[in-house]
C-alpha cells in the first residue's frame, strides 16, 4: 500500500539567461535540461519509481526540437523510472500543441497529465491533476478535487500549478497569467488528498503537512533560502501523514547575502560573505547577490573593495548591490594621506562636503559618495604600486 516518489515542478527547460554574458547563459541553460539525469539517479537512490513533474516543464509552448526532444530522450534512458508531466502556465496546452509534439513522440515511460480526472498511478494510488488548458482560466484549477471519486482505500495525491490564496495573489515571477490560479490552502483537506504536488513558485514552501511546493531543481534567480532540490515523499497508508524529504539537486548556487558593515569590523562582515558563499556549491558554480548596508571607515572600505574584485573572479556572477548607502566614515587623517601634494586632498575634502551637505538632493550626496570612495580605491591602488 505504500509509495515513495519524487515530487518536483518548474524546470522551465530552454529558459534564456539574457542578463548574463553568452558563457554562463550556456551553462545555466544546460544545465536545466542536466538536472533531469539528477533527478532520476535521486529517484533511483530513493528507491522511488515514479516522478510528478507539477507544471512548466518547458520555459514556453513553442521550444524548438532540441529543446523539446532531448528532454524526453533523457527520461526515456531511465526505463525503470515512470515521468508524469502536466501543463503549467508557461507550456499550457493550448493552440501551440506542445502537448500533441510530446504525445507524439514520448517514450513508453513517460505519462502526460492533460485531463482534469483520476488517473491510476500504482495499483493504489491515484493521481487527480489539474492542467492548464489554458493561459487565463480565471478560476481555481483544483475545485474539482473535492468531488472526485477513487477506489475506496485508495492513496490521493493532488498536482496543481498556481498560488495559494493566503500567500496572496502576486506571482514572484511573471505577468503570464498566474494570478488566476488560486488555490485555497486547505484543498488536501477538502478533497481528501493524501498529499498536493504544487509548482508555480521556484522557491520551496511548505504549505502545511500534505502541501508543499517543490521549488525548481535547478534556480534561475535570485532567492532567499532557495537552493534546488526536488522533494523525496513517502505515504504509508491512506490517511497517513507523508513524510518530505528535501534533496539538493542543483549544479548552480544563487545566494542572497545581506552584509551589514559596522566601523573596524570589517573582518566580521567578510568571514559572514566567505561563510556564505561557501555553504553551497564552489564559488565557480556560484551566483551571488551581495547587498551591502552601514557604516564603514576608509581603510576598511578599501580591504572590501579588494575582497569584491577577488570574489567577483572566483564566482560564476556576483552582483553587488547597496554601495551608495554605505556611509564611508572619513577622517582628517584619511584624507592627508591621499596624497603629500594635496590635490587629491582637496578633492576628497570638497566631496566629503557634498556627501555632508544637507542643501543638496540625496541623489547628489549619493553621487558624491560614490565619488568619494571610488577615490579612496583609487588612491589605494595607486600607492600600492609606486
Request: glycine share 6%; hydrophobic share 40%.
Amino acid at each position: 500500500m505504500a509509495v515513495r516518489f519524487i515530487h518536483t515542478a518548474d524546470w522551465q527547460l530552454g529558459k534564456p539567461f539574457g542578463r548574463f554574458d553568452d558563457a554562463l547563459a550556456g551553462r545555466l541553460t544546460a544545465e536545466r535540461q542536466e538536472v533531469i539525469t539528477r533527478i532520476a539517479d535521486t529517484a533511483r537512490t530513493q528507491n522511488a519509481p515514479h516522478v510528478i513533474v507539477a507544471g512548466d516543464v518547458w520555459d514556453n509552448a513553442a521550444p524548438n526540437n532540441a529543446v523539446l526532444r532531448q528532454p524526453l530522450d533523457i527520461m526515456g534512458e531511465q526505463p525503470d523510472i515512470t515521468w508524469w508531466l502536466m501543463p503549467g502556465n508557461h507550456d499550457v496546452d493550448g493552440a501551440d500543441s506542445l502537448w500533441d509534439r510530446v504525445a507524439a513522440i514520448a517514450p513508453p515511460n513517460l505519462r502526460v497529465l492533460r485531463t482534469a480526472e483520476p488517473i491510476q498511478m500504482t495499483p493504489d494510488t491515484w493521481l487527480l491533476p489539474a492542467p492548464w488548458q489554458r493561459l487565463h482560466h480565471g478560476r481555481d484549477l483544483t475545485d474539482w478535487m473535492d468531488g472526485a471519486e477513487t477506489p475506496a482505500g485508495a492513496i490521493r495525491i493532488g498536482i496543481a500549478h498556481g498560488s495559494i490564496k493566503t500567500f496572496g495573489t502576486q506571482h514572484e515571477g511573471t505577468n503570464s497569467g498566474e494570478s488566476d490560479a488560486i488555490i485555497p490552502p486547505d484543498r488536501a483537506t477538502r478533497a481528501r488528498l493524501d498529499y498536493l504536488a504544487l509548482g508555480d513558485w521556484h522557491a520551496r514552501a511548505a504549505i502545511n503537512p500534505r502541501t508543499h511546493y517543490s521549488g525548481t531543481p535547478e534556480p534561475d534567480r535570485f532567492k532567499t533560502g532557495s537552493r534546488g532540490q526536488v522533494l523525496l515523499v513517502e505515504i504509508d497508508a491512506p490517511g497517513a501523514e507523508p513524510r518530505v524529504t528535501d534533496i539538493p539537486t542543483a549544479a548552480f548556487d544563487w545566494p542572497v547575502i545581506d552584509a551589514p558593515l559596522r566601523v573596524e569590523a570589517i573582518s566580521d562582515t567578510l568571514k559572514q560573505i566567505t561563510d556564505h558563499v561557501q555553504s553551497g556549491r564552489a564559488e565557480r558554480y556560484t551566483l551571488a547577490e551581495i547587498t551591502l548596508s552601514g557604516e564603514t571607515t576608509v581603510q576598511d572600505w578599501t580591504l572590501l573593495d579588494a575582497f569584491i574584485d577577488d570574489l567577483s573572479g572566483r564566482c560564476a556572477y556576483l552582483d553587488l548591490r547597496g554601495t551608495s548607502t554605505v556611509a564611508l566614515k572619513v577622517v582628517t587623517e584619511d584624507i592627508e594621506a591621499l596624497d603629500a601634494q594635496g590635490s587629491v586632498r582637496q578633492t576628497a575634502e570638497q566631496l566629503k562636503a557634498r556627501r555632508e551637505d544637507p542643501a543638496l538632493s540625496q541623489a547628489d550626496r549619493d553621487i558624491a559618495a560614490d565619488a568619494l570612495r571610488l577615490l579612496f580605491s583609487f588612491a589605494a591602488t595607486d600607492q600600492s604600486q609606486s
